[in-house]
């Protein structure tokens, strides 16, 4: 019988249909950490019970942990609690633990993929939205609630209703300078932030097969800021080779290629929804208000939604109007990094446009890496040395300025580039104005202090 890739990956998983209800749902691998962990650990404990799969269960901290260095105690007394409970709960289950000072240590959504921990054809959940990012090595990742941590902790299952399926088919070649972080933006502004909502998507087409496993991850990661509830990407001969040579990747290797070969949807496979995008009508993209969905093209000019009070709001805290260019506009912080931009192949780009030059006065960048394992990359490449003698400053890992649960936060009134995912009010700290881009501009406007159109420097 024909069917979509996610279909075929839900079946499989499947333990049993409740008539009229939802599907009780195998979990292959659970990814924890230490913000949405405590509360779930304490009700498995007042119930006696103990995780039935300690060992398909991966714990990383990355949301609280200070990126300027990793001493213990951290100087915030909660995010100190938060990395002690889950230092504490992971010894006494058995639950393998990445800590400040491991190796693997990183952002979940980073290490899990480049460990091979994350393998197509796979269910993953994790307390935390951009778990969707896994999805782009052809596996079922969804972010989920602290009660529901508690209940795939303690059973390996999880009761889930079958969402609908959008097939997002992107044919063309992008343009230079312009990255799947664009491609997300313009999907997002296009369709708007509810466009994937009760839905789970599937990236598809001649764009999709073109970008490298890394870009991917960086657009099934902002599926989420679609409203969906994931997406994925059929495996090919790119997954199974950023796979090969990974800590876990499957011991008997061929055997898993044959599985993963027929991991993809059938040429008469139904979907509720398909949109197709042209990918030479896009290009490099910025955001100028409070969700991904206000984005624009970087030469664009603010469009009139005046009749929207949140649209009116959003300006206000921007200290943007109707009818402007964001060319040209100052800024004072830049922040390459997060689960959506934080490997090397973004540091790559980084460093291409940075390299001989310098940071622009009164900007300060930081550049954090997605893992230990990508900052041991870039000081292997010699990146470290670009970015430091352009004046940049190169943090240890984690999620840093993606969110203001750290020390790692954007002055009030500052505008910040940031590669991350999210533009709220106040995501990147009290009053910070947050400005999305890919890792290509954010670079650029490090080394102007403008925002301004990266084409030049490539």
């Known amino acids: 019988m024909s069917g979509t890739l996610f279909d075929k990956i839900w079946n499989n998983h499947v333990v049993k249909t409740i008539e009229g209800g939802p599907d009780v749902l195998f979990i292959d691998r659970e990814y924890m950490h230490e913000v949405t962990s405590p509360a779930a650990f304490e009700n498995i404990r007042r119930r006696g019970i103990k995780p039935l799969m300690p060992e398909r269960i991966t714990a990383i901290c990355d949301h609280n942990i200070p990126t300027h260095n990793h001493l213990r105690p951290v100087q915030d007394p909660?995010?100190?609690?938060?990395?002690?409970?889950?230092?504490?709960?992971?010894?006494?289950?058995n639950i393998p633990f990445f800590g400040l000072d491991h190796p693997y240590n990183?952002?979940?959504?980073?290490?899990?993929?480049e460990l091979g921990l994350t393998q197509p054809g796979m269910t993953i959940v994790c307390g935390d939205s951009h778990t969707s990012t896994h999805g782009a090595l052809g596996c079922i990742a969804f972010g989920i609630g602290t009660s529901e941590v508690e209940t795939v902790t303690a059973t390996q299952c999880l009761l889930q209703y079958k969402p609908k399926q959008m097939n997002i088919k992107i044919e063309g070649s992008l343009s230079k300078g312009v990255t799947s972080k664009d491609l997300a933006l313009y999907i997002l502004s296009q369709y708007g932030t509810d466009l994937g909502t009760g839905y789970f998507i599937e990236f598809s087409g001649s764009t999709i097969s073109s970008l490298s496993v890394e870009s991917r991850m960086t657009?099934?990661?902002?599926?989420?800021?679609?409203?969906?509830?994931?997406?994925l990407i059929a495996p090919d001969s790119k997954t199974i080779e950023y796979i090969r040579h990974t800590p876990y990747a499957p011991k008997n290797f061929n055997k898993a290629i044959t599985h993963w070969q027929t991991l993809f949807s059938d040429p008469?496979?139904?979907?509720d929804k398909i949109i197709e995008v042209n990918a030479s009508n896009v290009s490099a993209m910025i955001t100028y208000g409070t969700n991904p969905g206000m984005a624009m093209p970087l030469d664009g000019v603010i469009p009139d939604n005046s009749d929207d009070k949140k649209f009116v709001r959003a300006l206000r805290y921007m200290g943007f109007a109707v009818g402007e260019k964001l060319i040209g506009k100052p800024i004072q912080n830049v922040f390459i990094g997060s689960c959506t931009n934080g490997r090397?192949?973004?540091?790559?780009?980084?460093a291409h446009i940075i390299n001989n030059r310098k940071i622009a006065d009164g900007v300060k960048v930081w550049i954090v890496p997605g893992s230990a394992q990508v900052l041991n990359q870039i000081k292997e490449e010699g990146l470290d040395k670009i970015f430091t003698t352009a004046g940049a400053e190169?943090?240890?890992?984690?999620?840093?300025?993606?969110?203001?649960m750290n020390a790692d936060r954007v002055p009030s009134?500052?505008?910040?580039?940031?590669?991350?995912?999210?533009?709220?009010?106040?995501?990147q700290?009290?009053?910070?104005?947050?400005?999305l881009a890919s890792p290509i501009t954010a670079s650029a406007a490090a080394v102007t202090g403008l925002i301004v159109n990266p084409i030049e420097f490539i």
């Open 78 to 93: 909660l995010s100190e609690a938060q990395i002690s409970a889950l230092e504490r709960n992971t010894k006494d289950f």
């Open 106 to 113: 990183g952002i979940l959504h980073v290490v899990g993929p």
């Open 219 to 231: 657009l099934c990661n902002m599926s989420i800021e679609m409203g969906a509830r994931g997406a």
């Open 268 to 271: 008469d496979a139904v979907f």
């Open 344 to 350: 090397i192949e973004d540091f790559r780009l980084a």
């Open 394 to 404: 190169l943090r240890l890992p984690g999620c840093s300025a993606c969110l203001g």
């Open 413 to 427: 009134g500052n505008y910040c580039v940031s590669t991350s995912n999210r533009n709220f009010e106040g995501r």
């Open 429 to 435: 700290g009290a009053g910070a104005r947050t400005i």
